[in-house]
């Protein structure tokens, strides 16, 4: 035993002595490479990830509650489309009327609008009437009605006059509409509703009378006065001369023998198309028709029954309510 101790301390000993390991160049090279190699990263403080954490959350709820403001948002569109004036979601109707206008740009397709709005505010009316509605809610209708009435029917006869004649008897026949539908509601509307709506039956008339006197001077040499009112552009007040026709040359190698004085003399064959001054019956009542050649029959248009509109319209200045600086008469 106490051989096999001598003989590992002596084994220790001699390993003690031998020289292992790297040399000096190689333990120098190691210590350089050490030194100049970049310094560990330093961890994510504790305070920055706590930072970081809360603007994330300040951020996806803020994404939530947007989210949610136009949801909510697109259900009161939606819920708004059958409010009625009184109503809490009426505000939300209008302004999104307001927008769509915002979002038409042609000038008829903009006065087309304003006159459905128009129309649409009587359909409400009458449902005020059927719930026995209060005489606020209905004068709220009436105003919107006046707004929307003035502005379309401005923008109409403005658009007509300029570009498209045929736009008159349509704008005619709304305002004989809603007139008509107003006339056949107003016992029905309380107190200062029903004053308002006698105020609002004549501006429709007005607007009816506008529109077919501009109608009555198409075909005309001047169509309008050049000067405008609340309601568009006035009609002339000469005398209506007929504007040239624009004539179609005959084809080359034809001839076109003159009418004899029989045949000048000769009435118009039943069936042919009178001249804009004469093919336009009375429409409202209380306007004359214009003077027919002889031997002819001015057409009727019969009267719609219950409805008797008083123009022509001598009335004295009335100014609309809640429409500050418009005034007919």
Known sequence: MGDDLAEDLA?????????????????????QRILAAPPPEKPLALSSVRRVGARARVAVAA???????????GMSVLLSRDALPGDPLYGIKRT???????LTFDEESRALKHLEFA???????????DRSSDAESQLRALSDLDADAVEGARKLTTYATTSDERALPSLRDWALGQYEKLGTLRPRLPGEAGKHADTTMWL???????????????????LTSGESDPLGPLPAK????????????????TTTAPLTPAEQDQPAEPGATPSPATQLPSILPG??????SPGTQPQQTPAKPEITIPLPLPLPSIDLPLLPGISFG
């Open 11 to 31: 084994i220790v000993e001699l390993l003690r002595r031998m020289d292992v390991g790297p040399d000096a160049d190689t333990r120098e090279r190691m210590k």
């Open 63 to 73: 994404a939530a509650v947007l989210c949610l403001l136009m949801s909510l948002g």
């Open 96 to 102: 999104t009327e307001g927008a769509s206008l915002g």
């Open 119 to 129: 129309a649409a505010r009587v359909t409400e009316m009458e449902t005020l009437a």
């Open 204 to 222: 429709l008339a007005s607007i009816a009378q506008r529109a077919h006197d501009l109608t009555a001077r198409i075909g005309c040499t001047t």
């Open 238 to 253: 000469d005398e209506c001369t007929a504007a040239p026709q624009a004539t179609q040359p005959p084809p080359t190698g």
């Open 287 to 292: 306007t004359s028709t214009p003077p027919t």
